[in-house]
């Protein structure tokens, strides 16, 4: 047998002989040697990375723009008219959002605009999923919001002046011709850090894309997801209630900001306008009614109604011919201008100040994006890539920076219009990029009389879904009351404290529940299934039976310094012996033995004189299908309750390790030459040894074969 300590050790089972009853032969298993030689790996990679030919380099740019492997295929007849018209309807529900979206990032309307329509493009080229709609999304618009209102209060600018401003002079600064820093005003300002943001944040999803490090997103459950999401809806009604009352009050930021606006709404309720309170109320008894009429037959429905454009027509008509800002005051959105402005990149001098908060939006934007394509992807039978995803959803990001816009990626809610209205391919993201550019070429002006209540309104409806995680609640303490509270805590912290430091709560504490699930794991003992070779736990199943003299005992989580206290206390719980307590009396006794004899001068006898005491099991088996891993304290732990029970005479044999858990003890030692640290493959393996070893004064081979060999040994 090769050394102990040698990590591909051979792995032997004991041939166990029990009379004419049983004879199970000896089995040995040498595994695969998996050095490898660590500078024939690094040649063969460089090689494989540096290397060019017309085959790889045809590769490396399909793969880098997947549209040119799919397009030249595209199915005209069986595909154009379900990606007509899920573009047409999304595009025609994305104009009234991206125009309220603007509000909740502190820009003006055009910008949001702006942003759906690179972003269906840019997408397009790049990403993998056929389904997915990428554009503007609430959540990432309150994020990139409340960091462009404290980059805007540590500019200078007065926050109690109006974000949009209807001087021609609010686009005047974005021409890169002017660069003095008098000409640009708050509008302006909002917009360079709301694009530098987003510059920041496609970098980083880039990064993490070529890194691969896209693991972060299995950290984000879905329970921390939906929570962080319904907290920020909080958030987000709490923003939009000023317009809805039509109060003129300064937007909160940091920490508390929820409790602060709802503080300074109630102060300031007595300036409420009546028209715009009025015209919200009638917007609500439209938008909701119609929405669950949407969501209730849609399965009848060809299409959803587009109720949001219909009242945004209506609203703006009513508005115009009404003069309702000239007679009641009413705040509109103003003046929305044609065309598009010249690319300007970015504000480096903005970098350090927003480079931390870019880092919460980035993971937020690609875990949305990546979890969404996806889950269609599943459902609809093809594949996507998720690192191409992340390339994508970054270049959604990065390249629409220099053009004025805001942080995109997946929303559920408009992927969900796009699959349902016949889409088959990423092409109905091109028909929804051109229903946006007709708007921005020719009808965004229109939309001048706009209230700004109806956006807040449309922004409020669509987060009905969110909060409707609320009626889930009872079914989810049902299965998984763990999840349920790291859904809770990350809800509340996101709402009460700020959305960013509510994300980070919430994946601490997630991390910190894996952690205690592991300190507190389940640890029983097990029973024989009669006329089987199962053994499954004695408290879960009815008619078990058990070995005479053999407790077998499973622990059901790796064993690892976190736990390692909380193993051992459970296994002398569960075997109802404890070797350290056992081994204090035996040494007690003998003390104690010692000086009586002492003192009755018969020192020969106390050589002679043993601490015995007769236990009802001499063998435990433990069961190690549920360790995943040992550490150094883990195979420390082991050697210690193998010694500590072997001096008090019983004896202690591992079952079902995998190959990961066997190759850490034979590298920890656990098992030495000529020692009777036994390793089997299977619990019933383990136990028929036990009970033959304790019929045959320890051993199970054949008569003769007992001397210096151990069959079992690993």
Known sequence: MAEANHVNSVFELAEVHDGERNHHPRIILEPIDKR??????????????????????????????????????????????????????????????????SLLAGQEPIYGLYTSFFASIIYFLFGTSRHISVGIFGVLCLMIGEVVDREVQKAGYDLD?????????????????????TFCDKSCYAIIVGSTVTFMAGIYQIAMGFFQVGFISVYLSDSLLSGFVTGASFTILTSQAKYLLGLDIP????????????????????????????????????????????????????APLPTELFVVIVATLVSHFGKLKEKYGSSVSGHIPTGFLPPQPPDWGLIPSIALDAVAIAIIGFAITVSLSEMFAKKHGYTVKPNQEM?????????????????TSAALAKTLVKESTGCRTQVSGVVTALVILLVLLVIAPLFYSLQKCVLG??????????????????????????????????????????????LLIGVCFSLLCVVLRTQRPEGQLLGWVPDSEIYEPLPAYKDLQTKPSIKVFRF????????????????????????????????????????????????????????????????????????????????????????????????????????SVRDSLHRGEYIKKGEKKFLFHSVHQAVEYALCSSKQNGCCAPEGQCKGKDLAES
Not at 40 to 55: D, F, G, L, N
Not at 256 to 277: E, V
Not at 474 to 481: A, E, R, T, V
Not at 578 to 599: D, G, M, Q
């Open 161 to 181: 002046i109006h974000v949009y401003i209807n001087s021609s002079s609010t686009m005047g600064p974005l021409n890169m011709n002017q660069t003095s820093q």
């Open 36 to 101: 490898t030689d660590i500078k024939a790996w690094i040649v063969k990679k460089v090689k494989k990375k540096c290397s060019c030919t017309p085959a790889i380099a045809k590769d490396l740019v399909f793969s880098f723009l997947p549209v040119l492997k799919w397009l030249p295929k595209y199915n005209v007849k069986e595909d154009l008219l379900g990606d007509l018209m899920s573009g047409l309807i999304v595009g025609i529900l994305l104009v009234p959002q991206s125009i309220a979206y």
């Open 391 to 407: 390339y994508a959803i970054g270049f959604c990001n990065i390249i629409p920076s220099f053009f004025h816009c805001i942080t």
């Open 556 to 659: 059901e989580a790796p064993i690892y310094y976190a736990n390692k206290e909380s193993f051992k206390s459970m296994l002398y719980k569960q075997t109802g012996v404890n070797p350290v307590w056992e081994l204090a009396a035996k040494r007690k006794t003998e003390k104690r033995t010692k000086k009586t004899a002492s003192a009755n001068g018969n020192q020969a006898e106390v050589s002679v004189q043993l601490f015995t005491q007769d236990f009802e099991f001499h063998t435990i088996v433990i069961d190690c299908c549920a360790v995943h891993f040992l550490d150094t304290a883990g195979i420390h732990t082991l050697k210690e309750i193998h010694k500590d029970y072997e001096e008090i005479g019983i004896q202690v044999l591992l079952a079902q390790c995998n190959p």
């Open 251 to 302: 937007r909160s930021n940091g920490i508390g900001s929820f409790i602060t606006t709802w503080i300074n709404i109630f102060k300031n309720i007595h300036k409420t306008n009546f028209c715009d309170l009025i015209t919200s109320f009638l917007c609500l008894l439209v938008l909701i009614p119609t929405k669950e009429l949407n969501e209730r037959y849609k399965s009848k429905l060809k």
């Open 457 to 502: 309104v449309i922004t409020i409806v669509n987060l009905r879904g969110a909060l409707r995680k609320f009626g889930d609640l009872p079914k989810m303490w049902q299965l998984g009351k763990v999840d349920t509270v790291i859904w809770t805590i990350t809800m509340l912290s996101s709402a009460l404290i700020s959305t960013e430091l509510g």
